[in-house]
């Protein structure tokens, strides 16, 4: 195969060189494939079990075998060019052996003169990397924890129709930033309008009437009411008399029963209508009853609360802002004349000022997170820029996440420029604390140990 690629060619009849191409090629392939095979499970269990510090065991053991295999490649070709030069010629490989010879004369001398500074050198290079690694692994590092996370509204407000009816007019299209209580968009209300107004009349018919009652009564009353007494009065004296003129003319046999009969019964009526304007009178002077008073107030107020209740619901016939935010829902004016239902959604709002991240933190990880941990995170829109915030709340549940099991922690991130939307994902990093360098890298692996291996032991 590899005089092929070199244009050699080989003693071989063409059929068999293709065969055993054929043959080389196919078994490079299976070799590379069963070789990357095991080297993705390895890398995947290493960053499972280890995530960083696994990725990192990783590399640094597939450099070593890259630069082995290479070592190795190195040597067969070097191999492979001194075995052909030797088929060159006896000639040839007899000059290169007095050469050879000559120089294995020449040699020990130089190696003996350099070996030993050589080793020296090499013997403190060895204790300096040594004491380098020793002060870096007990330096300060700052740990942190991390995993994808995921952009969520703080406060999501949905706007309802309170009220059935058409659209009548839209205000705003959507994708804008708006105050609380703007409005976005109005029903049509003309019923609720007309219950208004019929409502404020009779409003204003009753407080007439309870104002009659409470200035009750009047001058001209009170006098009209004496004025009715004094003529009962005085039709209730003539009625007297004439009663007590004709019993006289009755006793004297000049006058029939029936007519004395009329006389005292006119006198009866008359007393009565005395005694009734008696009444009346007192009735003009101690004025309206309270109950009636009263009564008239809670009609009044049954009134004003009703007043209340139409003047609600016109006003729920305007769509309005729940909150300061985003109108997130776009295209609303294409929803001019359509029939709302009452209950029915219009539209949504979100409160960008701040918003909600959630990061999936590694279950071995959890210990090193507390709530007011400070936050640093990256999203995949824009990875040149670091946003920041603090962690305030910690799940109590495990799940399973896109690279084993995992807890949700979630952090409030300001958002005043409104570059973070809802949806976005990225990486975040948590504060844990400063740690050994050894400590920091080797935590997972300690870990390993602590809880799988001692798994396996009985």
Do not use: C
């Given at each position: ?86 088929m060159a010629g006896v000639g ?128 001209e009353e009170l006098e009209l ?62 004025g309206p009853h309270p109950q ?167």
């Open positions: 195969l590899f005089s092929k690629f070199r244009g050699g060619k080989g003693a071989r009849s063409s059929e068999d060189s293709f065969a055993l191409r054929a043959y080389a090629i196919s078994g490079l392939l299976f070799w590379i494939l069963i070789v990357g095979f095991l080297w993705s499970i390895a890398a995947r269990w290493l960053e499972t079990n280890f995530q960083g510090t696994g990725v990192v065991i990783f590399l640094l053991v597939f450099s070593y075998f890259v630069l082995r295999m290479m070592r190795g490649l190195r040597k067969r070709i070097t191999n492979r060019k001194s075995a052909s030069q030797n040839a490989r007899q000059r290169f052996q007095h050469r050879l010879k000559d120089q294995t004369e020449i040699k020990p001398i130089q190696e003996t003169e350099q070996v030993k500074p050589d080793k020296k050198k090499r013997k403190w290079l060895r204790y300096v990397v040594v004491l380098v690694l020793l002060v870096v692994a007990f330096l300060p590092y700052p740990y942190e924890t991390g995993g994808p996370f995921s952009v969520l509204p703080v406060q999501q407000e949905w706007v309802y129709t309170e009220t059935e009816g058409v659209i009548k007019k839209v205000f705003h299209n959507g994708n804008e930033y708006l105050d609380a209580g703007t409005v976005i968009a109005r029903l049509s209300s003309v019923e609720q309008e007309q219950a208004v107004q019929t409502t404020a009349a009779a409003i204003m018919e009753q407080k007439a009437e309870l104002q009659m009652l409470l200035t009750t009564p009047t001058k009411a004496e004025k009715k007494l004094d003529t009962a009065r005085v039709q209730l004296k003539y009625s007297k008399e004439s009663e007590a003129r004709l019993k006289r003319l009755y006793e004297a046999k000049h006058v029939s029963f029936e007519d004395y009969e009329d006389a005292k019964r006119k006198m009866d009526v008359d007393s009565m209508q005395v005694e009734e304007a008696k009444a009346s009178l007192s009735k003009v002077k101690a009636e008073i009263e009564a008239a107030r809670s009609e009044l107020k049954r009134l004003e609360e009703r007043l209340k209740y139409e003047r609600m619901q016109l006003e729920m016939t305007n769509l309005v802002m729940p909150i300061d935010g985003y109108l997130v829902t776009r295209n609303l004016k294409d929803k001019a004349g359509q029939f709302m239902n009452e209950g029915e959604m219009f539209a949504v709002v979100e409160d960008s000022s701040s918003v909600r991240v959630e990061i999936e933190i590694p279950e071995a990880d959890i210990s090193e997170v507390m709530v007011g941990a400070d936050v640093r995170l990256k999203v995949w829109t824009y990875p040149d820029q670091t946003f920041e915030g603090q962690v305030t709340e910690i799940d109590r549940s495990v799940t399973e996440g896109s690279f084993g099991e995992v807890v949700i922690v979630a952090a409030i991130i300001p958002n005043s420029d409104g570059l973070l939307q809802s949806g976005m994902t990225g990486f975040g990093k948590v504060d844990g604390g400063s740690k050994f360098v050894i400590v920091a890298f080797t935590r997972m692996l300690v870990r390993f140990f602590q809880i799988e291996l001692w798994s396996w032991i009985p």
